[in-house]
């Protein structure tokens, strides 16, 4: 056994994982009554899926009675410090630091599953199925348990090495494992940056996020309206959020992963009113390996929309109003009105004047709405 969990860390490590963890399987009972409360109290907001068939989340035996331990592993991305521009005045959007390069789901499942393999080429007729962000599993409950980290205040688990940049996969199987090490001690102390510096109070006290008040949960799941009280505080975030990331101590100096995803500032802080004129084919030519389809184009150019209501920048009216008037997909129209109402002066006016008579409702509203305040 011990050779197999040698050969497995070393097989992880040369498919660039940094953290590697084992241990039993358990039914998650602790966790129960924490993740039935946070779904009565909506914490999941749109996200149905999150509250089908809780059972099988609590007690992994239910998805294979086979199932004995979890590998967890930990894949690092590279942070980014924000660049110095101005992102009012350049009008650029901003991507989480993850979604950058390829979808991170494909390339991390493919070199899980060849972590898998090695189990079955030493144990042959061994069970594997890995797990990447996928499948009715608590990804953070059994990294806690592999001891690759702790539970973080900001809900993640977070590294003493590592910080919390790295993306979490897990190889469940039948092989028996035990974990190695002492439970990983939480270092987050008194520390409640996360907690205090999330512009919309997405986190509160006992490890609890609000889906509906997070930054990463309004510009990817969301598929309607983003409420209005929120759009101010989304800034120039167009996919996802880094800010409790970013505030983290235990980051300051990590976040060096692979090359794989650095891209330039184009892609990090795209510019605003060439992504609002992104046809369907363009959105596809450019995201399609990205994970930023998942928010799909009217996700992606009502989120655009917002972000260039709030550079208050009047460079911006343009492109809002040609998007407002010819733009097919309401959802667009509707927050390319409230982003010209934040804008303001006589162009936006009468450019919101003409959306009164928009076909849609939501439109009509959003219109009426910002020719209030302007």
Not at 101 to 121: F, N, S
Request: glycine content about 8%; charged content about 30%; proline content about 4%.
């Amino acid at each position: 056994m011990d050779f197999l969990r040698e050969t497995l860390t070393r097989a992880a490590h040369e498919q660039g994982f940094v953290l590697v963890g084992f241990a039993r399987l358990r039914p998650l009972s602790t966790r129960e009554d924490f993740y039935r409360q946070w779904l009565s109290e909506g914490g999941n907001a749109s996200m149905t899926y999150l509250a089908k068939d809780p059972e099988l989340r609590f007690d992994p035996h239910r998805l294979d009675a086979r199932y004995n331990s979890v590998v967890s592993l930990g894949y690092p991305y590279a942070a980014r410090a924000t660049p110095s521009v101005d992102w009012r005045g350049e009008m650029r959007g901003r991507i989480a630091a993850y979604a950058l390069g390829r979808d991170y789901h494909d390339v991390v499942k493919k070199r899980a599953r060849a972590v898998g393999d090695v189990i079955r080429q030493i144990r042959p007729g061994s069970i594997t199925r890995t797990y990447v962000d996928t499948g009715p599993v608590f990804e953070r409950e059994w990294a806690s348990d592999s001891r690759i980290g702790w539970f973080g205040k900001n809900t993640m688990i977070l590294n003493r090495e590592h910080g919390s940049y790295f993306f979490l996969a897990e190889i469940f199987t039948d092989v028996e494992f035990e974990a190695t090490t002492e439970p990983y001690r939480d270092h987050c102390g008194t520390c409640r940056r996360c907690l205090d510096l999330c512009p919309t109070g997405a986190l509160a006290d006992g490890y609890v996020m609000r889906s509906d008040l997070c930054i990463s949960y309004q510009t990817i799941e969301n598929r309607g309206a983003i409420p209005r009280e929120l759009r101010a505080k989304l800034g120039n975030w167009i996919f996802g959020c880094d800010i409790c990331n970013d505030v983290c101590p235990w980051n300051d100096d990590h976040g060096s992963g692979e090359r794989a995803y650095d891209q330039d500032a184009d892609d990090l802080l795209p510019r605003l009113p060439e992504l609002l004129a992104l046809s369907e084919e363009d959105f596809g030519r450019r995201f399609t390996v990205s994970a930023v389809k998942r928010a799909k184009r009217r996700g992606l150019l009502r989120n655009v929309a917002v972000a260039l209501g709030n550079t208050r920048n009047p460079d911006a009216i343009a492109p809002l109003t040609r998007s407002m008037e010819a733009e097919s997909e309401p959802l667009i129209r509707s927050h390319a009105a409230w982003a010209l109402g934040e804008i303001g002066g006589s162009a936006a006016r009468r450019a919101l004047e003409r959306a009164l008579r928009d076909r849609d409702t939501a439109v009509r509203r959003e219109a009426a709405a910002a020719l209030e305040t302007n």
